[in-house]
Nanobody, 120 residues
Framework: QVKLVESGGGLVQPGGSLRLSCAASRFTFSSYVMNWYRQAPGKERELVAAITRAGAPINYADSVKGRFTISRDNAKNTVYLQMNSLKAEDTAVYYC?????????????WGQGTQVTVSS
């Protein structure tokens, strides 16, 4: 079945960096806009970053602009989130999301999430 598997989360000190990866399988990855969301305890899930099918970043949350970079490798069916200058408020579960376009419109998939904890 369709899979989105996130990896790369963990515990990092404030000011540190992490690189999240999301490996996709069993769907036409290059036909999907890819997004990273996050959800902190007690808060709603929020969109962090989005990237077009061709690899152009569409959007970043104001809170991560200048610190996070989204990218994708369609040959590897993988989307990445490079997170620099991490802050305590970046602590959350990070989710990978795929949204179909064109003939795949209406299809939407989620990964299981990876925990990011920023703490000294």
């Amino acid at each position: 079945q369709v899979k989105l598997v996130e990896s790369g989360g963990g515990l990092v000190q404030p000011g540190g960096s992490l690189r999240l990866s999301c490996a996709a399988s069993r769907f036409t990855f290059s036909s999907y806009v890819m997004n990273w969301y996050r959800q902190a305890p007690g808060k709603e899930r929020e969109l962090v970053a989005a990237i077009t099918r061709a690899g152009a970043p569409i959007n970043y949350a104001d809170s991560v602009k200048g610190r996070f970079t989204i990218s994708r490798d369609n040959a590897k069916n993988t989307v990445y989130l490079q997170m620099n200058s991490l802050k305590a408020e970046d602590t959350a579960v990070y989710y990978c999301n795929a949204v179909g376009t064109g003939s795949f419109s209406g299809y939407r998939y989620w990964g299981q999430g990876t925990q990011v904890t920023v703490s000294s």
